[in-house]
């Protein structure tokens, strides 16, 4: 099956500053790679997806980018601001699976004021 | 529209005891899934259905058993609970359009504890 790894697990930046969190996978099947946000204590929640053929897509101040040869996705969110403070997951999903998602284990954000 | 509704938001149980997780959703959604989330290892998939009457088994399925009997309900079953079934558990729905995979909407989740 699928493995999707995810780094850093922790990461502070200064408002202002840049965050960039980083998956790999393993299976070249996959073809759709999605973002969520998870404010604590509240449900996950889709910041942005991409598709396997499309190279980078971007929605304001969030960015992410897929480099199908490495197997590797990024999620880049620039001008940070205190309420970018949240877990991030990444997932990836193949066709014909229906809808089933391998989840990287999460990086906690945390945007300094 | 509620988009997908879990209860209950909290509950503990004693070892051993079994118990029901409620979730729904009113977007008329094909797939429906259960995920458990531990700390340190993400959102991990125990069950899944793609239509009524139809499930299959996700990553972590032992220990817990569902059914799929109309398009809005798809309710997860602890037959006998033990401490390491200690968790937050997630449902979610998505449309399923043709073969390409959809935004899935999380509901808010209950955190279970298991004494």
């Known amino acids: 099956g699928e493995n999707v790894e995810q780094h850093p697990s922790t990461l502070s930046v200064q408002e202002g500053d840049s965050a960039v969190i980083k998956c790999t996978y393993s299976?070249?099947?996959?073809?759709?790679f999605p973002w969520y946000k998870q404010e604590l204590g509240k449900r996950p929640q889709l910041i942005i997806d991409?598709?396997?053929?499309?190279g980078e897509k971007k929605d304001q101040r969030i960015a992410v980018t897929l480099n199908k040869t490495a197997k590797h996705f990024s999620l880049h969110i620039t001008e940070t601001q205190p309420e970018d403070s949240a877990v991030y997951f990444c997932?990836?999903?193949?066709?014909?699976?229906?809808?089933?998602?391998?989840f990287g284990t999460g990086t906690s954000l945390t945007v300094i004021p | 529209n509620a988009g997908v509704t879990q209860t209950p938001k909290f509950q503990v149980l004693k070892t051993g005891q079994s118990m029901t997780l409620q979730c729904a959703q009113d977007?008329?959604?094909?797939?429906m899934s259960w995920y458990r989330q531990d700390p340190g290892m993400g959102l991990r998939l125990i069950h899944y259905s793609v239509g009524a009457g139809i499930t299959d088994q996700g990553e972590v399925p032992n220990g817990y058993n569902v059914s799929r009997s109309t398009t809005e309900d798809f309710p997860l079953r602890l037959l006998s609970a033990a401490p390491s079934q200690t968790s937050v558990y997630f449902c979610?729905?998505?449309?399923?359009?043709?073969?390409?995979?959809?935004?899935?909407?999380f509901g808010q989740g209950t955190r279970l504890t298991v004494v």
């Open positions: 979610a729905s998505s449309y399923l359009m043709g073969r390409a995979n959809t935004e899935a909407f």
């Open positions: 299976d070249s099947a996959s073809n759709y």
């Open positions: 991409i598709r396997s053929n499309v």
């Open positions: 997932a990836a999903s193949k066709a014909n699976t229906g809808n089933q998602f391998y």
């Open positions: 977007m008329n959604h094909e797939y």
